[in-house]
């Protein structure tokens, strides 16, 4: 209503030019078309006639895109051994260049594809497979273009990774290639790593918790029983902010006060969000010195009844309970329903951290509460369950049916998002990540009992299954303790928490003479797995534990009980956070990438920065149901409880230099 007729026609043709989908056309569409039926033809006579002329020639537009898909071809990354070796550089204490971050530019540049290698794949998605639209993205790693159909398929048959589950899932009809494409695709294999269709992350259906069906919701019933029991907290003991304060020997009242350069986030898509007035709520009625303006949304707001709702509000009302001061975000990036319960999640979670990674500013913490079993657990189990007589497509499509089990697509895609990890902690991001709540056999409880269900629940039981982003050499990943009969000063292990070793990742330099001692101390125990059920020689998991049971939270005006190494994460996340505002208002850096210090610390000044706890086993999942054999707590590093739980006095003494 405020530009001229010119002004107005040159926006609809920027607007069309910038359109990446048809999906995107139509919505961009809609809104010109509303905003068209109230202009006021008095004032502007040729006003109609324009708009309508334009929604003529866009219309003609959007029908003939849409047979038109999205795809996103990743880049094999180079020199990920120097991205490695800088990440340890900069985090070791002992390297004279400790805490000297890298920039975004100079994480992007280690890595980045050779500039040839990049125009090669422009080339061939705009020559030969006829592209309507390529973007490069910042990193110069990840290239989306906008394909027609044939051209789509081509890239999904032929350059997709075979062993990923929806290579797995999907029939053998592949489309035929002619001698010369078969040829382009060959030369492009070397530097491709993985591809994806787009509508995977951006399918037309969102979750709608106001149309789900009683069979939908009593599954979303079940699923949350385990991790917030409504009302179920005892007010005296209960894992309230001041209460973990005490058990880890906080100042009560400790205020961030270094200022907007400290910063925190906290992940999660489809459903994931809060609500401002609960964080009033919760601040209120725990005594939490901290302003709900501290905390903004970043992306989508969520959708409250969802899980991962419910999974937002515990993490940030746990995250700001501890570091009360701190800059906040509540980080959702994208809405649609298999992102919150299925294989869209994995991609979802690259595009989000290889997104973040490209940024000039990123926040100091990242706690990531959200996760599945690793691709490598469910290929095994899918191998090891034809031995009862199913297909792998029997058990693949069983698995991807399980809300919230198996949602990492390939082990090519989980090394994407370390190659994230690597340069985010390269740049000063301390990444913390729930173990996960079925110990060290579930993703979080067993399968349904019966059929192929009963069949891996035997499997599961037999081998050790773990999780990622857990299971990553790159994150720091927490276990969960519990406080018996209100014992706040000594935590045992609590006995769903998620552990075990990487199937995929080798151990780390800085854990493997903690992990070899404790294998050489605690194998022979008469519960202790087999040495066949795990990789003893791959990374171990998890490096530190919190309380992860008995905490409360205020939902959507309720306050309710909560726990799972959901709460541990957030927990470890804020403690980082407040040891960030000491830093800062020193003059140093912030902690970055952490787990080289801490085992460091651990080995030399052991008990004093974290309490060891040696007390529980984690056979059990989340529903109390429990397999014969589990990783014992024992002195020292366990695949229980890692390291141990803070002890601020210990952490501020050995990390505020």
């Known amino acids: 209503k405020t530009r001229s007729h010119e002004e107005l026609v040159l926006a609809f043709e920027n607007e069309f030019l910038e359109l990446g989908s048809g999906v995107a056309a139509q919505a961009s569409l809609r809104s010109y078309v509303d905003s068209s039926l109230t202009l006021p033809s008095k004032r502007y006579p040729k006003m109609r006639f324009i708009v309508f002329s334009v929604i003529l020639i866009l219309g003609a537009a959007v029908f003939a895109a849409a047979s038109a898909r999205d795809v996103m071809i990743a880049l094999k990354p180079r020199n990920i051994q120097g991205l490695e070796n800088v990440l340890y550089d900069v985090s070791n204490p002992k390297s004279p ?58 890239v999904m048959d032929h350059l997709h990774n075979s062993r990923s589950v929806i290579s797995r899932m999907k029939k053998d009809n592949r489309i035929q290639l002619s001698a010369q494409e078969a040829e382009h695709v060959m030369d492009l294999k070397s530097i491709v790593a993985l591809v994806w269709d787009v509508s995977i992350t951006e399918d037309k259906e969102h979750l709608d918790i106001s149309k789900q069906t009683e069979g939908d919701l009593t599954i979303r019933r079940r699923y949350r029983q385990d ?9 005296l003991v209960s894992g309230s902010p001041s209460n973990q304060k005490k058990s880890y020997q906080m100042p009560i009242d400790l205020v961030a006060s270094s200022g907007k350069n400290n910063t925190q986030m906290v992940w999660g898509p489809g459903t994931y969000g809060y609500l401002q007035s609960d964080l009033k709520t919760y601040y209120s009625e725990f005594k939490v010195q901290a302003k709900t303006s501290d905390v903004s949304t970043y992306g989508y707001q969520g959708v409250p009844g969802g899980d991962n709702f419910g999974e937002a509000t515990l993490d940030v009302e746990v995250i700001t309970g501890l570091a009360p001061g701190v800059r906040t975000y509540v980080a959702n990036t994208n809405t649609s329903k298999s992102t919150e319960e299925g294989l869209g999640f994995g991609y979802a979670f690259l595009d989000f951290v290889q997104t973040l990674a490209s940024q000039p500013q990123i926040p100091n913490v990242l ?49 994407l998002i370390n190659v994230a990890f690597m340069k985010l902690g390269a740049r000063g991001m301390t990444i913390v990540a729930a173990s996960g709540d079925g ?22 039981c037999a081998l050790n299954f773990p999780t ?76 530190l534990a919190a309380l992860a049971d008995n905490v409360p939270i205020v939902i959507q005006g309720s306050t309710t009980g909560a726990g799972g190494t959901s709460a541990s994460a957030p927990a470890w996340g804020g403690i980082f956070s407040m040891l960030n505002d000491q830093r800062l208002s020193k003059g140093l850096a912030p902690l970055g990438f952490v787990n080289p210090r801490l085992y460091q610390i651990a080995s030399s000044n052991p008990g004093e920065a974290v309490y060891d706890v040696t007390d529980g086993n984690f056979a059990c999942a989340s529903d109390c149901s429990c397999c014969s054999t589990g990783f014992p707590a024992a002195q020292g590093w366990d695949p229980t409880t890692g390291l141990g739980s803070p002890l601020w006095p210990g952490l501020t003494k050995y990390l505020l230099n």
């Open 227 to 235: 991790r917030m029991q409504r009302n179920t907290f005892a007010p």
């Open 468 to 543: 990622f982003p857990a299971a990553s050499p790159y994150v720091t990943a927490i276990g969960g303790t519990q406080w018996n009969n209100g014992d706040i000063a000594h935590p045992v292990a609590w006995s769903a928490s998620g552990g075990g070793f990487s199937w995929r990742y080798a151990a780390p330099s800085y854990q493997t003479a903690a992990v070899n001692a404790y294998l050489k101390a605690n194998s022979g125990a008469s519960n202790f797995p087999p040495a066949n059920a795990f990789n003893g020689t791959n990374r171990a998991y998890p490096d």
């Open 97 to 154: 260049n400790y805490g000297k971050y890298l920039t975004v530019e100079e994480a992007a540049s280690i890595t980045a594809p050779a500039a040839e290698d990049i125009q090669r794949v422009v080339n061939w998605l705009k020559i030969h497979l006829k592209a309507e639209r390529v973007t490069v993205s910042l990193g110069r790693d990840f290239i989306r273009a906008t394909l027609p159909d044939r051209s789509a398929d081509i």
């Open 367 to 415: 706690s990531l509460s959200l996760g599945s079993l690793s691709s490598d657990s469910c290929e095994i189990l899918c191998q090891q369950v034809q031995k009862s007589g199913y297909s792998e497509q029997q058990c693949v499509k069983y698995m991807n049916e399980q809300r919230q089990v198996c949602m990492m697509d390939s082990g090519d895609q989980e090394d």
């Open 439 to 460: 110990g060290s056999h579930y993703s979080f409880q067993p399968f349904p009992d019966s059929g192929i269900g009963h069949a891996l629940n035997k499997v599961s």
